[in-house]
């Protein structure tokens, strides 16, 4: 393979069990079968000689590419231009259902709208990230790469009357593709793992239904969005992308579909993401909901509604009754391990799969938790009896350890400390314990809740606060900021027009904003404990959107915003971070990122609308 494509110059396709990454080339470089947390099939992204990829592009040596999704879809479409002609790659995976499975298809279809092209491919799996042999099993209708515990079926898409016309040929335990098209003809390949029987001819007719049914989804399912402000068509893409890397049995959302791919190229801060973390899926019912996107909303607090029942009552007192991050069914072994036989994306080493910061503290996650619970039951959402005894043992919980020092937000590895954010989320946690105690007529220790609650609120104001800097800082006895701290006045901490707070978000202005850009945080002045720098994290540039339009600062925020919208790749989508030449970094695409965009739009659009008609 040649060298390695640009982070950004990917689309993503999926099912809702798992998904595809599919560069600009037309190359499948990462897929994870049968779900999004296992092992890869396709992994050229983080090694392109051992990883494995599916490959079609033109036989001519010079072409262009464009690509795009077909509207209001998660259908991709890979357009390639020569002199002779121009065709088109139209890819995507049939919507697999609610049920968890094996079975998956990824759909390739080719098809040539001017003059005439020959396709070429290569089909080269390597199972389990590169660790399990296969075979390779050619018939009339297609082939079957045969590994332990999976195999994979392909099967021909075309015409009885033009057996020869899409050609299959073995390599060295991989398949090899030719097809030359006019204008105006479609054939291709449909890849199934777990397949119920031998490969078969799929008549171009099935393809058709299997596209249409597929358009008809995707569009049956944006129509629900109640969003008809400002930038519209980032924020339903951005719902789009989240949808994808929801798992639709159990209603989890990943972090991102991808694992290892660097925050600073050559740098080791490479983690895999194919989790649901308690934090960024707590946020995503806030977005889910402002769109109008209620099942999604009701199948995640679902599944929250589950962990809290499992965990509550004999969690470990030392991480706390929840775990931070657990996997798309609710288990929990994450242990992380490194792939040394990959040599990960451009040189990044280690590759990393299953996450060590699984075991962290973070006290945050119990605020963000009951802060979604609560924004949920507000609209309709509600709590039964025993998820609300459950809440109720994990509020005990946090009783007696909220006042001890943890990892944080970031999940850094340098030790644990008293994190301003940490302590705020907890003041979150007790508060919107007492106001759905209050709004369901539920029992609750209100008096003891509302006791740890209040001092909570002292401390941070007396702990949080740094005179000298003027502004709350990362955590006690540091001067650090943190961008992480742009939600107090999000989550009603504290008021966005509160000096204290002007001069706290004045302060990042200064230090941890560049070009609109935004920082998490210094790692020279706070050490994380891991080497090498990092870029801007796309995440805090959209949290910073929201809090200068809290601020009234509308006309900057709105700015910021436009601004950030330029740094999406081709399709609308983001990575993790951004690096000063604008290059994307991190896994990729994330979702705390599109969460954070919606949101941001969603108040900047309010605040904009209020401005327009008059209000303050």
Partial sequence: MDAYPLIENHGLIGDLQTAALISTDGTVDWFCCPRFDSPSVF?????????????????????????????DTAILVTRFMTESGTGEVVDFMPVTGTEATDRHRLVR????????MTFEG?????????????????????????????????????????????NLMSGDKDLHVSLTLQAGQQRGVIMESAPDGPPHEIRVEEYQRLFEETIHFWRSWLDQSLYSGRWREAVERSA?????????????????PTAGLPEQLGGERNWDYRFTWIRDASFSVYALLGLGFKEEATAFIGWLRDRVKEEAAGGDTDTG??????????SSDLAEETLEHWEGYEGSAPVRIGNGAASQLQLDIYGEALDSIYFAHERGIQLDTRGWSSLHTLLDWLVDHWDQPGEGLWETRGG??????????????????????????????????????????????????????????QHYGSD???????????????????????????????????????????????????????????????????ALARAGRTNQARLVLEKMLTYANHLGLYSEEIDLTGRQLGNFPQAFTHLALIDAAITLNAHLNRSCDGGT
């Avoid at 279809?109 to 005439?116: A, F, I």
């Avoid at 009754?321 to 609710?330: E, F």
């Fill in 43 to 71: 992994g050229s992204l983080l090694d392109r000689e051992k990883g494995g990829h599916f490959s079609i592009r033109p036989a001519h040596k010079t072409y262009a590419t464009k690509q795009l999704y077909f509207p």
């Fill in 109 to 116: 279809m080719l098809r040539c709208v001017r003059g005439s």
């Fill in 122 to 166: 290569d089909i080269a799996p390597r199972f389990d990230y590169g660790r399990k042999p296969h075979e390779l099993h050619i018939t009339e209708h297609g082939a079957v790469f045969s590994s332990e515990g999976l195999q994979l079926a392909v099967h021909a898409v075309r015409e009885p009357e033009d057996e020869r016309l899409l």
């Fill in 240 to 256: 789009v992308t989240l949808k994808l890397m929801t798992y639709a049995p159990s209603g989890a959302l990943v972090a991102a």
């Fill in 321 to 330: 009754p929840l775990n931070i991050m657990y996997r798309v069914d609710g």
């Fill in 416 to 473: 644990r400390k008293d994190f301003t954010y940490g302590r705020v989320m907890s003041w979150v946690a007790f508060d919107r314990a007492l106001r759905l105690s209050a709004a369901s007529g539920r029992p609750a220790a209100r008096e003891r809740w509302a006791a740890e609650r209040d001092g909570i609120y002292e401390q941070v104001l007396t702990k949080g606060w740094d005179p000298g800097r003027g502004a709350f800082v």
């Fill in 480 to 546: 650090v900021l943190d961008s992480a701290l742009l939600r107090m006045p999000t989550v009603g901490f504290i008021t966005p027009d509160d000096p204290m707070w002007q001069s706290t978000l004045e302060a990042m202005d200064r230090e941890l904003v560049s070009d609109s850009l935004v920082y998490r945080y210094n790692p020279e002045a706070s050490p994380d404990g891991l080497r090498g720098s990092e870029g801007t994290f796309s995440l805090c540039t959209f949290m910073y959107v929201d």
